[in-house]
C-alpha cells in the first residue's frame, strides 16, 4: 500500500503587497491616530467605524465589467441557493463606505453629518516601492453642507493635524484650488482654435484620447517641469532627463497659452493668486469665475480665522480625482528635503489630499448631497517623521525584573505588580532562567531601560539591584575607566525604594 502524499509545509511568507508591523511601528501609529483623532473631535466631527467589507455596487469606483468583476479591489461572490450571490469586496477607501452609510441613516442622522474615520483599507494594485496593498487611512468629512465655509474648515483642521503630530509650520503647506476654476480653463482652452492634425479631424478624434484629461494631467506636473515643460507636453512633446521623448497632447499655441496663464497664476500672496486667477477667468468662464468666487471666500475665511499664506496657499497647480472632485481640492506637502534611496535630495511631497465631491451620495438617492473631506496617509506620515529624525525607530521596552531563583516567582511578580500600579511598563522574565545573561541579552533585544536584580544575598538584606540598562550602553559606547567609575550604571537600592528609583531613572531618560 502506497505511503500517503506528504503534505508540503506552508510557506512562512506574508503575501506580495502585504507587510507585517511590529512593536514601534504599530504603537507609534496608534498615538499618531490618537492625536488626530483629538483634533477632529475638537472641531465637532463623530467617529465612525464602517464595515471593512462593502458590496461592489455600494463602492462604485471599482464597479465591476462583465468579465472582471473584482477589477482593482479585493472581491468574491458569495454563494446563494442559485450560484449567483452578492459581489462583496474590502474597501478600498473610508469615503465610498461613508456615501452608503449616510444614504441608508439619513434620516436618523444630523444634517449637516460630520464624521471622522481610520483604519484599513485595501487596494488590489500592483505593489511596489513603498506602495503596498494594505495600509491605513485617516479621514474626516461634513456630508450636507453647501457652504465653502465647510472645505474651509477642513483645511484648517488639516493644518493643526500636521502641527499635533509635529510637523511645525514652515515644514509643510496646505495648497488649494478648485475644480470649478479648472472647468473653466478648460472651455477657455476649447473655445480658441482647435488644431487639425489631418482635414477635418481634431487631435482627439485622431489620436484617440480624452484631451482634457491629458491636459489636466500635463498641469499636475507643473511643479516638476516647469512653466516650459508643461508648453512642451502640451504641444508636440519633450525630452525628459533620461532622454526619452515625451509625446505631447497636441495643442493648439493659443489653449497652450491659456493653460499655462492658468498655471502661472500663483503669486507672492493668496490675494495676487486670486486677483492673476479672475483676469485669465473674467469674461470668458462663468463656471471659472465661479471657481475664483469660492477660492476667494475660502481665503477669507481662512485669514480671519489667523491661517495665511505661512500655511495654506492657494495654488492653481493643484490637480486631484479628475473624475471625483467637483468644488475646492486641496493637499497637504511636506517642503522639507530628504535623501532618497540614491542618497539625492528631494522635497518628501504630499501627505493628505481631500477636496468637495458632491455627487458621491447621489448614487444612491438620486438627490445631490454636498459633501467635502480629507484623508490624512498616517504611514506617510510616520515616515516624514522618521526621516526628520523627529521620531525614534524603536520603542523603550518594559523594566525587566531577572530571575536569579525560579522557587521565589512570587516575589519576581510581586516587584513587577507594584512597578506596573505605579504606571510604569514592567514583566518579569519567564525564560530559562538558568544563564544570568541570556536574561540580559534578552532586556538589550527588548530595548529595556532598567533591569532589577534580587538575588538570594539581596533578599536576605532587604535589598535589590538596579542596571540601568540606557546609561550602561552609553558608557560602554563613550566613557573612559574613571568615568565609567563615577557613574556606575548599577546600583543597590532598599527594596522598599524600588519602584521611586526605577521612576527616577525613566524620569532621567526621558
Same mark, same amino acid.
Not at 469606483?61 to 469586496?89: I, M, S, Y
Not at 481610520?118 to 495600509?135: A, I, S
Not at 468662464?285 to 471666500?297: D, N, Q
Given at each position: 500500500?502506497?505511503?500517503?502524499?506528504?503534505?508540503?509545509?506552508?510557506?512562512?511568507?506574508? @503575501?506580495?503587497?502585504?507587510?507585517?508591523?511590529?512593536?514601534?511601528?504599530?504603537?507609534?501609529?496608534?498615538?499618531?491616530?490618537?492625536?488626530?483623532?483629538?483634533? /477632529?473631535?475638537?472641531?465637532?466631527?463623530?467617529?465612525?467605524?464602517?464595515?471593512?467589507?462593502?458590496?461592489?455596487?455600494?463602492?462604485?469606483?471599482?464597479? @465591476?465589467?462583465?468579465?472582471?468583476?473584482?477589477?482593482?479591489?479585493?472581491?468574491?461572490?458569495?454563494?446563494?441557493?442559485?450560484?449567483?450571490?452578492?459581489?462583496?469586496?474590502?474597501?478600498?477607501?473610508?469615503?465610498?463606505?461613508?456615501?452608503?452609510?449616510?444614504?441608508?441613516?439619513?434620516?436618523?442622522?444630523?444634517? @449637516?453629518?460630520?464624521?471622522?474615520?481610520?483604519?484599513?483599507?485595501?487596494?488590489?494594485?500592483?505593489?511596489?516601492?513603498?506602495?503596498?496593498?494594505?495600509?491605513?487611512?485617516?479621514?474626516?468629512?461634513?456630508?450636507?453642507?453647501?457652504?465653502?465655509?465647510?472645505?474651509?474648515?477642513?483645511?484648517?483642521?488639516?493644518?493643526?493635524?500636521?502641527?499635533?503630530?509635529?510637523?511645525?509650520?514652515?515644514?509643510?503647506?496646505?495648497?488649494?484650488?478648485?475644480?470649478?476654476?479648472?472647468?473653466?480653463?478648460?472651455?477657455?482652452?476649447?473655445?480658441?482654435?482647435?488644431?487639425?492634425?489631418?482635414?477635418?479631424?481634431?487631435?482627439?478624434?485622431?489620436?484617440?484620447?480624452?484631451?482634457?484629461?491629458?491636459?489636466?494631467?500635463?498641469?499636475?506636473? /507643473?511643479?516638476? *517641469?516647469?512653466?516650459?515643460?508643461?508648453?512642451?507636453?502640451?504641444?508636440?512633446?519633450?525630452?525628459?532627463?533620461?532622454?526619452?521623448?515625451?509625446?505631447? *497632447?497636441?495643442?493648439?499655441?493659443?489653449?497652450?497659452?491659456?493653460?499655462?496663464?492658468?498655471?502661472?497664476?500663483?503669486?507672492?500672496?493668496?490675494?495676487?493668486?486670486?486677483?492673476?486667477?479672475?483676469?485669465?477667468?473674467?469674461?470668458?468662464?462663468?463656471?471659472?469665475?465661479?471657481?475664483?468666487?469660492?477660492?476667494?471666500?475660502?481665503?477669507?475665511?481662512?485669514?480671519?480665522?489667523?491661517?495665511?499664506?505661512?500655511?495654506?496657499?492657494?495654488?492653481?497647480?493643484?490637480?486631484?480625482?479628475?473624475? /471625483?472632485?467637483?468644488?475646492?481640492?486641496?493637499?497637504?506637502?511636506?517642503?522639507?528635503?530628504?535623501?532618497?534611496?540614491?542618497?539625492?535630495?528631494?522635497?518628501?511631497?504630499?501627505?493628505?489630499?481631500?477636496?468637495?465631491?458632491?455627487?458621491?451620495?447621489?448614487?444612491?438617492?438620486?438627490?445631490?448631497?454636498?459633501?467635502?473631506?480629507?484623508?490624512?496617509?498616517?504611514?506617510?506620515?510616520?515616515?516624514?517623521?522618521?526621516?526628520?529624525?523627529?521620531?525614534?525607530?524603536?520603542?523603550?521596552?518594559?523594566?525587566?525584573?531577572?530571575?536569579?531563583?525560579?522557587?521565589?516567582?512570587?516575589?519576581?511578580?510581586?516587584?513587577?505588580?507594584?512597578?506596573?500600579?505605579?504606571?510604569?511598563?514592567?514583566?518579569?522574565?519567564?525564560?530559562? @532562567?538558568?544563564?544570568?545573561?541570556?536574561?540580559?541579552?534578552?532586556?538589550?533585544?527588548?530595548?529595556?531601560?532598567?533591569?532589577?536584580?534580587?538575588?538570594?544575598?539581596?533578599?536576605?538584606?532587604?535589598?535589590?539591584?538596579?542596571?540601568?540598562?540606557?546609561?550602561?550602553?552609553?558608557?560602554?559606547?563613550?566613557?573612559?575607566?574613571?568615568?565609567?567609575?563615577?557613574?556606575?550604571?548599577?546600583?543597590?537600592?532598599?527594596?522598599?525604594?524600588?519602584?521611586?528609583?526605577?521612576?527616577?531613572?525613566?524620569?532621567?531618560?526621558?
Amino acid at each position: 500500500m502506497a505511503k500517503p502524499k506528504k503534505q508540503p509545509r506552508p510557506k512562512a511568507e506574508t @503575501p506580495k503587497g502585504f507587510r507585517d508591523y511590529f512593536g514601534a511601528e504599530v504603537s507609534q501609529r496608534a498615538a499618531m491616530l490618537r492625536q488626530i483623532a483629538g483634533v /477632529y473631535h475638537r472641531y465637532g466631527f463623530d467617529a465612525l467605524e464602517s464595515s471593512a467589507v462593502e458590496t461592489v455596487e455600494a463602492l462604485g469606483k471599482f464597479l @465591476p465589467d462583465v468579465d472582471r468583476p473584482n477589477e482593482g479591489v479585493f472581491a468574491w461572490q458569495e454563494a446563494d441557493e442559485t450560484g449567483n450571490g452578492d459581489w462583496l469586496a474590502l474597501r478600498y477607501d473610508l469615503t465610498a463606505p461613508l456615501a452608503r452609510v449616510y444614504a441608508q441613516h439619513r434620516n436618523d442622522l444630523p444634517t @449637516p453629518y460630520r464624521r471622522y474615520a481610520m483604519g484599513p483599507v485595501w487596494r488590489n494594485e500592483k505593489p511596489g516601492p513603498g506602495r503596498f496593498r494594505q495600509f491605513y487611512q485617516c479621514d474626516a468629512d461634513t456630508v450636507g453642507a453647501p457652504s465653502v465655509a465647510a472645505d474651509a474648515e477642513i483645511c484648517a483642521m488639516l493644518a493643526d493635524c500636521l502641527e499635533e503630530v509635529g510637523i511645525p509650520r514652515g515644514d509643510y503647506v496646505v495648497r488649494v484650488n478648485n475644480r470649478k476654476v479648472l472647468n473653466g480653463v478648460l472651455q477657455i482652452m476649447e473655445a480658441n482654435v482647435q488644431p487639425s492634425w489631418a482635414e477635418g479631424e481634431t487631435n482627439s478624434e485622431l489620436r484617440g484620447f480624452d484631451i482634457e484629461a491629458a491636459v489636466l494631467r500635463t498641469m499636475d506636473k /507643473y511643479d516638476k *517641469v516647469g512653466a516650459e515643460g508643461v508648453r512642451q507636453l502640451l504641444g508636440k512633446g519633450r525630452l525628459d532627463e533620461s532622454g526619452a521623448f515625451i509625446e505631447g *497632447v497636441g495643442l493648439a499655441e493659443d489653449q497652450i497659452s491659456a493653460v499655462v496663464d492658468f498655471l502661472k497664476s500663483r503669486s507672492d500672496s493668496n490675494e495676487n493668486t486670486l486677483d492673476n486667477l479672475w483676469s485669465v477667468v473674467a469674461g470668458r468662464s462663468e463656471v471659472g469665475m465661479t471657481g475664483v468666487t469660492e477660492l476667494r471666500e475660502i481665503s477669507d475665511l481662512l485669514l480671519a480665522q489667523g491661517y495665511g499664506p505661512d500655511r495654506i496657499v492657494i495654488d492653481p497647480s493643484v490637480v486631484r480625482g479628475l473624475g /471625483y472632485y467637483t468644488g475646492p481640492v486641496f493637499e497637504a506637502e511636506l517642503t522639507f528635503e530628504i535623501l532618497d534611496e540614491k542618497g539625492r535630495k528631494r522635497q518628501f511631497g504630499s501627505v493628505a489630499g481631500g477636496g468637495r465631491y458632491d455627487d458621491l451620495v447621489k448614487r444612491f438617492t438620486g438627490q445631490e448631497v454636498p459633501a467635502t473631506g480629507v484623508s490624512i496617509g498616517v504611514d506617510r506620515l510616520l515616515a516624514a517623521l522618521h526621516a526628520k529624525g523627529r521620531m525614534q525607530s524603536h520603542d523603550t521596552g518594559p523594566v525587566v525584573v531577572t530571575v536569579m531563583d525560579r522557587e521565589r516567582m512570587a516575589d519576581y511578580q510581586a516587584m513587577v505588580g507594584e512597578l506596573r500600579a505605579a504606571g510604569i511598563r514592567a514583566e518579569v522574565y519567564l525564560g530559562n @532562567p538558568k544563564n544570568f545573561g541570556n536574561q540580559l541579552k534578552y532586556a538589550d533585544k527588548r530595548n529595556s531601560p532598567v533591569a532589577v536584580i534580587e538575588g538570594g544575598d539581596e533578599k536576605v538584606r532587604g535589598v535589590v539591584q538596579i542596571k540601568d540598562l540606557i546609561l550602561g550602553a552609553q558608557i560602554a559606547e563613550n566613557a573612559t575607566l574613571e568615568e565609567w567609575k563615577e557613574r556606575p550604571s548599577q546600583f543597590e537600592v532598599p527594596r522598599a525604594q524600588l519602584v521611586e528609583k526605577v521612576r527616577e531613572i525613566l524620569g532621567g531618560q526621558g
